[in-house]
């Protein structure tokens, strides 16, 4: 299969304002890529954009929240706007919980719910007519290795990474007839900001993951991925173990996991 071309494409990054997001965004336009950044967080976006002024691509920024319905039709209106087409979405922005089931609301599930799973999936249906009109058009999706294998203590955010790999495991295949193309990348813990931004967790509540990747070499796999059109990746060695215990001791797995809840 040719291999992607990433200078001059067109590419939307959400959650560009940190962690994963924010080297995907440099390190695309590092390679010639034209760059649309979202997040919440606009001195962020500034920083970067800044940051960028001197590469070979092109960054504009967006703020907005995600969740929202208009900022997600601000998006694509945008990207409307500069381009009238898209090459790649990248649906990376996300927020984890961490605690027990029985001891949180029904709030913190659906909020986990409209960031993790909502928000990208309803974003790509809007996206798919500009991405119809793309060069080799794909869709990365930013998951998780708690997308292959749920831990406890993060039940919503594994429900929500196990809604988004199912809905594009079936999208992926719906796609295949306008070509546009469906990725997963699955990382394992990141040195982001991702435990400074959990939904409704209690201070004294700890992440128990072990090992950690930089969010720099995250990116590079990402970009990796999209350019050998890698249809499933998932991250680090440990990440990979996890899932290929789950699936062939799955009882000891949950006993191990017992452990550290
Ligand atoms: N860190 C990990 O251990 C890890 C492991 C596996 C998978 N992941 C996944 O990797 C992706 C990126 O996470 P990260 O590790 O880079 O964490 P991060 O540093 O916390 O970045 C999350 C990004 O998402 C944006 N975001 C969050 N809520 C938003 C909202 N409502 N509207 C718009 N933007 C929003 C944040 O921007 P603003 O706050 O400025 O809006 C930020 O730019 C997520 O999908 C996460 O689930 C992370």
Redesign the pocket.
Known sequence: MARRNLKDARIIV????????RALAIQLCQRGSHVLA????IE?LHALQDLCKSMPGKITILEG???NIPHRQQIVDQATSQWNALDVLIN?????AIGRFDGASSDRLRRVME??FFAPVELTRLCLPLLERGRKPAILN?G??LSHRAVPNKSEYCAAKFAMRGWAESLRVELAAPRIEVLMLS????R???LD?LVDTKAEEKSTSVGSML?ERVAQLAISALVRSKREMILSLGGKSLVWAGRLFPRLTDRILGRFA
């Open positions: 959400t959650g560009a304002s940190s962690g994963i997001g979202t997040a919440r967080r962020r929240d995600l969740t990376n922005a996300g927020a984890g960031i993790d930013i998780s290795v990382p394992s813990t990141t982001s900001e991702f931004a969010p």
